[in-house]
């Protein structure tokens, strides 16, 4: 089973950037769309970006779009969210996700998040 595992998280300050990988193991990445998901204390877990199992698709919330950049390697197993000019409002555990589909659908595999806070 596809099991997944999230790092580059950290303290950023407002303004800042920083690029989150997450690899897959124990199965393949490169047939399922791929998310990145955040969830801050206190709020529900909320869509982040989401891309395609080949990369022809993306999509953002609209807190992050265009400050966001989410792309993946399949050859790594590896999908990827670069954050830029991040705001103290991004702070969140950020988990990735594995999609059942192609073009998105259930999710079937979700790491164990990493964290991210912004100070301001």
């Known amino acids: 089973q596809l099991q997944l595992v999230e790092s580059g998280g950290g303290l950023v300050q407002t303004g800042g950037s920083l690029r989150l990988s997450c690899v897959g193991s124990?199965?393949?990445?490169?047939?399922?769309?791929m998310g990145w998901f955040r969830q801050a204390p206190g709020k529900e877990r909320e869509f982040v970006a989401g891309?395609?199992?080949?990369?022809?698709?993306?999509s953002y919330a609209d807190s992050v779009q265009g400050r966001f950049t989410i792309s993946r390697e399949n050859a790594k197993n590896t999908a990827y969210l670069q954050m830029n000019r991040l705001e103290p409002e991004d702070t969140a555990v950020y988990y990735c996700?594995?999609?059942?589909?192609?073009?998105?659908?259930?999710?079937?595999?979700w790491g164990q998040g990493t964290q991210v806070i912004v100070s301001s």
């Open positions: 996700a594995a999609y059942a589909d192609k073009y998105y659908g259930l999710i079937t595999s």
């Open positions: 124990g199965g393949t990445i490169s047939t399922s769309a």
């Open positions: 891309i395609t199992y080949n990369a022809t698709g993306t």
